[in-house]
């Protein structure tokens, strides 16, 4: 049984800064690959960002440039730094591996305000 614990979220006026952070219990970070999901009201969950095994990552172009996707492996923690924040960004953000096969946290509420 996988567990992962999303924190970090706030409310941040837009052009802020947040870092997300999914420490990860019963498997590792470091030997699959990983990803950032986020739901905003009334649409369905979306995948962001992904870390591969390689540590090679792919952005969703809609922040491709403002978010940055990395692990550390000692910690066995997921990050996902945030920056110049928009209100489009607001959603619950989650993490789990690219197939979501990993039980779902319950994810942590990003803000942003205009």
């Known amino acids: 049984q996988v567990q992962l614990v999303e924190s970090g979220g706030g409310l941040v006026q837009a052009g802020g800064s947040l870092r997300l952070s999914c420490a990860v219990s019963g498997s590792s970070v470091s030997i699959t690959t990983m990803a950032w999901y986020r739901q905003a009201p009334g649409k369905q969950r979306e995948l962001i960002a992904r870390i591969g095994s390689s540590g090679a990552t792919n952005y969703a172009d809609s922040l491709k440039g403002r978010f940055t996707i990395s692990r550390d492996n000692a910690k066995n923690t997921l990050y996902l730094q945030m920056n110049s924040l928009k209100p489009e960004d607001t959603a619950v953000y989650y993490c789990?591996?690219?197939?979501?096969?990993?039980?779902w946290g319950q994810g942590t509420q990003v803000t942003v305000s205009s």
């Open positions: 789990n591996t690219v197939w979501g096969n990993y039980g």
